[in-house]
């Protein structure tokens, strides 16, 4: 393997690279938001129940 083709491999690698560690930011980033979005529904759905238990 000569030195051309021995520094595109590492430049496929480090693209693969790249990507995998995009793939894993936006897996965590969507997860995040979802836990967000579920402690926003849970907060919500706990002040609508308090606030219907003072009505009474």
Known sequence: MGYSEAREVMVTNEL??????????RLRSLAIALGLGFLVLLFYAATIVRMGNHAN
Request: charged share 70%; no cysteine; net charge positive.
């Open 16 to 25: 693969d690279e790249e990507q995998k560690r995009v793939k894993r930011q």
